[in-house]
């Protein structure tokens, strides 16, 4: 609600400040001919339309500003350099948390930037990134059929022995983890890395006896197991 809000009166403002003048010169050009409610609609009129151009041009001007530092994220992320990566990731969420863009409009952009966050944060590989809170949690949570970042997320979660580390958020964890095994539970590939997690949070739960049997039940995993 507050995001459009300020979308809302920001655009206001700027529209009002070129449209009331306007409307005030079109008032005057109609003279005495107009007169009662007429010059109060044709008012409202000019102040409607200057605002939906507003609107429509703040988004626009936003949403290219996010895809443009968005791409340059990625650009440099494969060249190798982290840091002006996370700088222009930093500056397209900074566009997308401002003023330009009209928030309905702007999920499936949202989604893109949040998408772009997760796997930049995974793939700096530092462990804060993998707690309840960070992008990596929120996308998962929202995108849990994402089988890439998905598998990338648990690979990593094993790998920094995270079950030890997420006390503070651990009704989280296991709520994330939960939802990936619901997701994922016929998924072979998935299973010994669900398994992994699962083990290193010491999970006795349905979902976790569920998976362990689907694994002990397996032939090639069995084994392992």
């Given at each position: ?10 655009s206001l403002w700027v529209s009002g400040l070129v449209s009331l003048p ?69 500056s397209a969420l900074r566009i997308y948390d401002s003023f330009l863009l ?85 998924n072979d590939g998935m299973l010994p890395l669900l398994a992994d997690a ?28």
């Open positions: 609600m507050i995001p459009l809000l300020r979308h809302f009166s920001i306007l409307s005030l010169y079109l008032i005057s050009l109609a003279g005495p001919a107009w007169d009662g409610a007429i010059p109060g609609i044709l008012a409202g009129l000019v102040v409607a339309l200057f605002f939906g151009l507003t609107s429509v041009s703040f988004h626009h001007a936003g949403k290219k500003m996010v895809l443009s530092n968005v791409r340059e994220g990625e650009i440099w992320e494969q060249a190798g350099m982290g840091e002006k990566a996370g700088k222009s990731y930093l009209f928030p309905p409009a702007g999920r499936s952009l949202g989604k893109r930037l949040v998408h772009a966050l997760a796997r930049f944060s995974l793939e700096s590989g530092a462990a804060e990134n993998l707690l309840p809170g960070s992008h990596v949690h929120r996308y998962l949570r929202s995108n849990p059929r994402d089988n890439v970042m998905a598998k990338f997320w648990l690979g990593r979660f094993s790998k920094n022995n995270m079950g030890a580390g997420v006390e503070k958020g651990l009704e989280q964890a296991f709520g994330l983890l939960t939802l990936l095994a619901r997701v994922h539970q016929d699962f083990v290193s949070l010491g999970r006795t739960d349905y979902w976790a006896r569920s998976l362990y049997e689907k694994v002990l039940n397996h032939p090639e995993l069995k084994a392992v197991y």
